[in-house]
């Protein structure tokens, strides 16, 4: 079947587009609706044209997939033209997502029509690369410079009231009869002069450019969210172009700065990411009609920081909570945190004070375990010690009803050492929610040796639910995240006791654009996690540091010391305790330089990732990869660990771990599959 139909209604000619699943703008379709156009203009019996999709939403963009391999005609630049030059009006009918070059392709037509729930966006940012079909020349001229900035800037999408606010569409439509208000449409466009032409517009522009300042300012305004990207200022660059240069040159500097990102390594990197998120979602070997166990109830066990926020995820989603506490006055402290995080949300216009009360109405507290029973998924949030654990997983086994689903939100212990205290293992998983866990977007879901496939299929829906993505781990300590992240705090320690401090093992980090370094993190989290000071013995720095008061950020001091804007700086009391440990170390003391401190660090992070996928702990590498985008802060434009590792190439990382082989230590053993891929010149992602 073809991927573009027309047909006729009177003298409007209606162009369809049906090129499941989401009417990407691939090839096919691009020399379909240049076709279509090309008829429509030459054609005297047609008067008006409409564009519209069929399936589930207008043209999501360009064809990712295409991007890297030669070019085939028509481009899509080429078609947006086209449809911009048709003497005959062309609406574009919404509905779904309007995104990158399906709004480009809106951009072109002459009016748009969308329907209420439609968003339309540019989301190239996303990708590492800017809107390259005329999008950010036409986008400022038809709302203006301070919403394109915004728009192709974020990569956020519009809704269609805000869409038709600024004026990027000309009318909504009801959702049931999109097709027929846009022939309609066309039909009272037909014989009128002059219909809007996105490229000669410039009374829009013309505001910004008697502001030659929007720019400086707009950068100055998010210089924290550009840090490190390539794409967003060649957005900046290109709308400027729209602002300073007549519409074909502006279109020329679009495209110059389109070839450069696309071919450049940032938004390769973030292609593989917008793949691999997707395809964290797959579990091999588990068919795809493995049944679902319906879930319409949640317990949890623990109502601390960490049981609470897990708790948000699915009152937010509509699911009733019960969420079980040993003492009232933890329980009331836990549910007061979630109604406090929820105002916070709505006194920052994010929900409304409906949605606040609708989601507390949904929280059941209590102090009984027994009102677990009906739950069909339990998670227990209650203090990391095992025993602690399989008593929890001894009693939820005879309270929660057959069939139900036992979790684990465990950051590194054994699953199935709780599933062993069950009468149900099929029906044990652990789900690592990551803190602030009604915030952070990874779930690790963690598959026991007896977990049932449809015990994995079920939470990976309900994760795609609650919005988390959700990554499988096999079962060992630390899982994938904490399990890499273990290799880089011991390098980490280790390097201050040969002669680089925090700010400078943190600096190494920031400047590769993680958003802070290890101590920075420490510091934040507490360092006295887990110490007490009956059992602190002076043995490590954290320990001294936690002995002098110096317990992060919230007493002012750790590593670092803190501001009353929790601004840090380096502290001399820190550099003494350093420099005590390091003179009884009787390691040599040197400096530094960032890029051995990042090989330090990170290799050994790569090699850990490649036991992991030795052992199949982890599905692929790009699995890993979203682990650590999603958990831990590494940055989007390099990839993740195993794709920046492919893409330095790995024996690189090899050669690296040779040459710190003493520093690493004996006990250090570099992976096999490393090693292999190195010697063969293969890397980790296909
Ligand atoms: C662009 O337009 C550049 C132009 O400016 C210039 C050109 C010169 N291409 O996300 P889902 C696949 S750049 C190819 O699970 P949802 C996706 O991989 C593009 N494939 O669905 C998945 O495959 P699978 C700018 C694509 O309902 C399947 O479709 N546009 C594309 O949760 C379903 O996807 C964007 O960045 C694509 N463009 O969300 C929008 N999009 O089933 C990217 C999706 O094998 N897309 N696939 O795993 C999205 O944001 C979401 O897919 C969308 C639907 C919101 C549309």
Redo the contacts with the bound molecule.
């Keep these: 079947m073809s991927v573009i139909t027309t047909q006729r209604i009177g003298d409007v000619f209606v162009i369809i587009a049906d090129n499941p ?2 009417n ?3 090839q096919a379709v691009r020399a379909g609706l240049a076709e279509a156009i090309g008829q429509a203009a030459d054609d005297d019996g047609i008067s008006a044209v409409v564009i519209r999709c069929d399936g ?2 207008f043209f ?6 295409e ?1 890297g391999k030669p070019p085939v005609g028509p ?3 080429e078609v947006v033209d086209l449809i911009e030059q048709c003497p005959k009006p062309v609406i574009a009918a919404i509905h ?2 309007a ?4 709004l ?1 392709v809106a951009l072109g037509c002459h009016y748009r029509i969308a329907i209420a729930s439609a968003k339309l966006g ?3 940012v ?2 590492g ?5 005329g ?1 950010t020349q036409r986008l400022p001229r038809v709302v203006g410079v301070a919403d394109a900035l915004s728009m192709i800037v974020s990569g956020d999408p519009a809704t269609a009231k805000r869409a038709l606010e600024i004026g990027l569409i000309d009318r909504l439509a009801d959702s049931e009869s999109l097709a027929d208000a846009a022939i309609s449409f066309a039909q009272e466009m037909i014989g009128r002069a002059d219909h809007p032409v996105s490229s000669q517009r410039n009374d829009r522009i013309a505001e910004a450019a008697n502001d030659p300042q929007v720019f400086d300012k707009f950068i100055a305004e998010n210089s924290r969210r550009l840090k490190g990207f390539d794409a967003p200022r060649a957005c900046i660059e290109a709308v400027r172009a729209a602002v300073e240069l007549p519409f074909e040159q502006g279109i020329k500097r679009e495209r110059e700065l ?1 070839t450069t990102l696309v071919t450049g390594t940032q938004s390769k990197a973030m292609r593989h990411l ?2 691999a998120e ?2 964290a ?2 579990i091999d070997g588990i068919p795809a009609d493995t049944p679902l166990i319906d879930i319409a109830r949640v317990g949890i066990l623990g109502a601390g920081t960490m049981g609470g926020g897990i708790a948000m995820n699915f009152l937010s989603a509509g699911l009733p909570v019960i969420m079980v506490e040993r003492e009232q006055a933890a329980l009331d402290r836990g549910v007061a945190t979630i109604r406090k995080n929820y105002e916070r949300s709505a006194a920052r216009g994010r929900l409304t004070g409906e949605q606040v009360e609708r989601a507390m109405a949904l929280l059941t507290p209590t102090l009984e375990y027994d009102d677990l029973a009906e739950c069909d998924l339990v998670i227990e949030a209650v203090f990391e010690l095992m025993q602690i654990k399989k008593d929890v997983f001894r009693r939820l086994d005879a309270i929660v009803k057959p069939g139900a689903i036992l979790a684990s939100n465990t950051s590194y212990l054994n699953i199935d050492e709780m599933a062993a205290e069950t009468k149900r293992p099929e029906a044990v998983v652990g789900l690592h929610f990551f803190s602030p866990a009604n915030i952070m977007r990874l779930l690790e879901v963690v598959r026991g040796a007896k977990t049932s496939p449809s015990v994995l299929r079920t939470v990976m829906a309900l994760a795609k639910r609650i919005g988390k993505i959700a990554v499988v781990s096999g079962v060992c300590p630390g899982f994938i995240g904490n399990r890499m992240l273990s290799p880089r705090q011991r390098e980490a320690q280790k390097l201050l006791l040969e002669g680089a401090s925090p700010w400078e093992v943190d600096a190494a980090l920031t400047e590769f654009g993680f958003p802070m370094g290890p101590f920075q993190m420490a510091d934040l989290a507490g360092l006295d996690l887990g110490w007490t000071a009956e059992g602190s013995t002076s043995s490590t720095i954290r320990e001294v540091l936690c002995e002098q008061g110096r317990r992060g950020q919230k007493t002012s001091k750790g590593f670092y010391d803190y501001d009353a804007n929790r601004r840090g700086s380096p502290s001399p009391e820190t550099e003494a305790i350093i420099a005590d440990f390091a003179a009884r170390s009787d390691l040599p003391q040197r400096k530094f330089s960032g890029e051995e401190i990042r090989e330090r660090l990170l290799y050994p992070m790569v090699n850990e990732g490649a036991k992991i996928l030795e052992e199949g702990m982890a599905q692929r590498a790009s699995d890993i990869d979203i682990v650590w985008l999603n958990g831990y802060g590494w940055p989007g434009f390099t990839g993740g660990p195993m794709f920046w590792a492919d893409t330095i190439g790995l024996q690189t990382v090899l050669d690296g771990l040779k040459r710190h082989a003493d520093a690493l230590g004996s006990d250090f053993t570099v992976s096999a599959l490393l090693k292999a891929k190195a010697v063969a010149g293969e890397s980790f992602n296909p």
């Design positions: 699943p989401v990407a703008l691939g589930r939403t999501a963009g360009a064809d990712i997939t991007f481009s899509l630049p779904g997502t995104l990158g070059g399906g480009e540019l989301p190239e996303k990708l690369l800017l809107p390259g079909a999008g389109f917008f793949f997707r395809l979602a797959k």
